[in-house]
């Protein structure tokens, strides 16, 4: 039997460029701040400007500098330019064939402070060169939606490993994600979300559906979480070659967040007859009413109802029946519940507004009978600078596991990515994807 874990929610394992941005300002903890001389999103900039970024603090100039991308469906990288660091503090990237004339240009700081080895706050932005908007990038999308959509979307993340009250996620700790899907009378050449802390940040697209954008964040700082994305009103601009569409969104303060999730029968669930149905409950959501929505997840085996489908789970549920036969003898499987508050509002026109604030507790179900070997374990997904594609395998000593990959995760056939007998623990490791996608699942030999 192939035991296999997949990240599901927002921080599924999976690379793209189109997201490497999204992914990237995950490591705005970094101590350093970073000023470029061309504001983020300019327009109409020289071909032949020198692009200068001034730090605050000293950075390492032996290890990384910039990365220059001309933003498309998807950035292509653009290499034909040197970069010079002037002192310690500032560094000028000169193109040696002039920047792509009329062209959105996206750049991306690799380097890091000596203080803390981390990338700096202000890590990634865009310009356009020339007088428009890039040429080179598709307005169209390959949906039928009738209504944009406009999402934001803020989750604490919990870990329960015994009957006591849950801890945050050392992992992820606080997310943040913000998600706009066009209608499909709705042309863009790319889309800026503007936080309510006053950054602009450019959305990520998606290759494989071009009219969905997306945003992610994460730190394990709730004073960093709630400087970068407090609550107040979050701007989305969409843009085309024929002009600007701007949409507020208010995420307000008085929306409060969850309580903790916890399982109220953390023991049971460590023995469970997997031939039988099996009741996992809960303490009661504090505040929980019809209007809220509670979700549990086990893996990518199975969930129950997802929010608005026929017997999907309210505030005010306290358990719910994993089906008999749904879990293997002998395993072990990871589950996540979510409490969830929601506010969906529409014009009743061409637009929808969709907020929400999750927390979440991730916890292990076992099952009775067979082997007691734990399944592997992928987590903290991430980009290392000039190595590539990171995350960790969690396995027991003596396990031989092998990490498999595919491009799509519905679609295509998994291949070995490297076996590994494993030392008990967890391991980082790191591969450069061979396309723009990658899917990862692990299983013991």
């Not at 310690?88 to 890091?112: D, E, G, I, S, Y």
């Not at 992610?216 to 960093?224: E, G, K, Q, R």
């Not at 953390?266 to 929980?288: D, E, K, V």
């Not at 799509?408 to 494993?422: D, I, R, Y």
Request: charge should be neutral; hydrophobic fraction near 40%; aromatic fraction near 10%.
């Amino acid at each position: 039997m192939i035991k296999q874990t997949l990240v599901r929610g927002w921080f599924l394992l999976a690379t793209a460029a189109s997201l490497w941005l999204a992914s990237h300002p995950v490591n705005v903890a970094a101590q350093a701040l970073a000023t470029c001389n061309i504001a983020n999103m300019a327009s109409g900039v020289s071909p032949t400007t020198a692009v200068v970024f001034t730090f605050d603090e000293n950075m390492n100039t032996t290890s990384g500098s910039a990365d220059f991308y001309t933003y498309g469906g998807a950035p292509a990288p653009f290499t034909s330019f040197t970069a010079v660091w002037n002192n310690a503090r500032q560094l000028t990237c000169t193109p040696t064939t002039a920047w792509p004339a009329n062209t959105m240009m996206l750049w991306m700081l690799t380097c890091v402070d000596l203080a803390s080895e981390m990338e700096p706050i202000n890590s990634g932005g865009l310009f356009t060169t020339g007088s428009g908007g890039g040429t080179v990038v598709p307005e169209t999308g390959t949906g039928t939606n009738r209504f944009t959509t406009y999402s934001l979307g803020r989750a604490y993340h919990y870990v329960q490993t015994g009957p006591a009250t849950p801890t945050l996620d050392t992992d992820i700790g606080y997310t943040f994600f913000g998600g706009c899907i066009l209608a499909s009378n709705r042309p863009a050449t790319n889309v800026v979300l503007t936080l309510a802390s006053s950054q602009a940040v450019p959305m990520m697209r998606n290759n494989l559906q071009l009219e969905n954008f997306s945003f992610a964040f994460y730190t394990n700082n709730l004073s960093l979480y709630d400087l970068i994305v407090p609550a107040g009103v979050y701007t989305f601009s969409v843009r085309s070659n024929g002009g600007t569409l701007t949409a507020p969104v208010n995420f307000p303060a008085s929306f409060l967040q969850p309580g903790i999730p916890q399982v109220a029968n953390y023991a049971a669930a460590q023995a469970i007859n997997a031939s039988q149905p099996f009741t996992l409950s809960w303490s009661a959501f504090t505040g929980g009413t019809a209007a809220e929505f509670i979700q549990l997840e086990i893996d990518n085996l199975w969930h129950t109802p997802d929010a608005g489908q026929l017997g999907a789970l309210s505030g005010t549920s306290t358990q719910a029946v994993i089906p008999a036969n749904t879990l293997a003898r002998g395993s072990n499987y990871q589950a996540t519940l979510w409490f969830t508050r929601m506010q969906v509002t529409s014009n009743g026109v061409d637009s929808v507004t969709n907020i929400s604030r999750s927390s979440i507790t991730r916890f292990n179900l076992t099952t009775a009978g067979g082997s007691s070997t734990n399944a592997p374990v992928l987590s903290r997904p991430g980009w290392v600078p000039g190595r590539g594609f990171a995350f960790d395998l969690t396995g027991t000593a003596g396990q031989v596991i092998t990490v498999e990959q595919r491009l799509l995760l519905t679609q295509g056939t998994w291949s070995v990515l490297f076996s590994t007998n494993h030392p008990g623990g967890t391991l980082r490791f790191t591969n450069t994807p061979t396309g723009n996608f990658q899917f990862l699942r692990a299983r013991v030999n």
